[in-house]
C-alpha cells in the first residue's frame, strides 16, 4: 500500500518570506498527490493535486507544489507567505487509478508565521 | 449549500458510553467517509460508503459502526467508547462513488472534537 511521510513537524518562517514543505511518497506507479490545507478549527481544504502531465502544481491561495518521479517527492512551495497561511498542511498520496477510498495522508506539518 | 456539517463539536464521554456522531451534506454527493486525526498520525480512513445502503471499512474500523439509509446523512456510532477513541473526527463527501479523481475532490466538514475519560 502506498504511504506518504512529512519529514517536517513544525516549521517557522518570517511572514514575507518564501516557504516549502516537504512530501516524500511510496507508491510503485504514478499516483495521485495532494496537498490539503487545515486552518485552526476547521475542516481540511485542497489546496492542489496532481494525477498526470505536467510536473508544476498550480493550487489555490499561491501555493505550488512540484512532483519529482526521481525522489519520490511533491514538496509544497510558496513565494512569500502571508500571516494567514498558519495554519497545519497534510500531503495525501492515493492509487492511480483511483481504487476504493486508499488515500493515505501524512502526519503533517505545522506552519507558524512570524510577523 | 452549508455543504458538510457534523454534530456536536465538541463532546464529553465516560468509558462504556454510546453515542452517535452525525454528518450531513446537501451537495447530493455519492460518497461519504469518516476519518479519525490524531497526533503526529496525520488522518485514517475508519468507514466510506459508495450510496445509500453501500458502506465498508477503512484502515481503522474496529469499534464504530455505520449505516447510510439516505444520500444525505453518514452517523458513525460508537458503541462502547474506550478512551483509544479520544481524537478529532471528520466526515467527508465527494460528487462521484470515489473519494478522488482527476474532477473531484473530497470535502471535509469542520470536525467533532471527542474526549472518552
Known amino acids: 500500500a502506498q504511504s506518504v511521510t512529512q519529514p517536517d513537524i513544525h516549521i517557522t518562517v518570517s511572514e514575507g518570506a518564501s516557504l516549502e514543505l516537504r512530501c516524500n511518497y511510496s507508491y510503485g506507479a504514478t499516483p495521485y498527490l495532494f496537498w490539503y490545507v487545515q486552518s485552526p478549527g476547521q475542516g481540511l481544504q485542497l489546496l492542489l493535486k496532481y494525477f498526470s502531465g505536467d510536473t508544476l502544481v498550480q493550487g489555490i491561495k499561491g501555493f505550488e507544489a512540484e512532483f519529482k518521479r526521481s525522489q519520490s517527492s511533491f514538496n509544497l512551495r510558496k513565494p512569500s507567505v502571508h500571516w494567514s497561511d498558519a495554519a497545519e498542511y497534510f500531503c495525501?498520496?492515493?492509487?492511480?487509478?483511483?481504487?476504493?477510498?486508499?488515500?493515505?495522508f501524512g502526519a503533517g506539518t505545522r506552519l507558524t508565521v512570524k510577523p | 449549500n452549508a455543504g458538510v456539517t457534523q454534530t456536536p463539536k465538541f463532546q464529553v464521554l465516560k468509558t462504556g458510553q454510546s453515542m452517535t456522531l452525525q454528518c450531513a451534506q446537501d451537495m447530493n454527493h455519492e460518497y461519504m467517509s469518516w476519518y479519525r486525526q490524531d497526533p503526529g498520525m496525520g488522518l485514517r480512513l475508519i468507514h466510506y460508503?459508495?450510496?445509500?445502503?453501500?458502506?465498508d471499512q477503512g484502515e481503522v474500523p474496529n469499534g464504530y459502526n455505520v449505516s447510510r439509509s439516505t444520500t444525505e446523512d453518514f452517523p458513525l456510532r460508537l458503541l462502547s467508547a474506550a478512551p483509544s477513541q479520544t481524537s478529532v473526527y471528520f466526515c467527508a463527501s465527494s460528487d462521484t462513488g470515489l473519494a478522488y479523481s482527476s474532477y473531484n475532490e473530497q470535502f471535509f466538514g469542520p470536525g467533532t472534537r471527542l474526549t472518552v475519560l
Open positions: 460508503s459508495v450510496g445509500a445502503g453501500i458502506t
Open positions: 495525501a498520496v492515493g492509487a492511480n487509478p483511483p481504487r476504493g477510498n486508499d488515500m493515505r
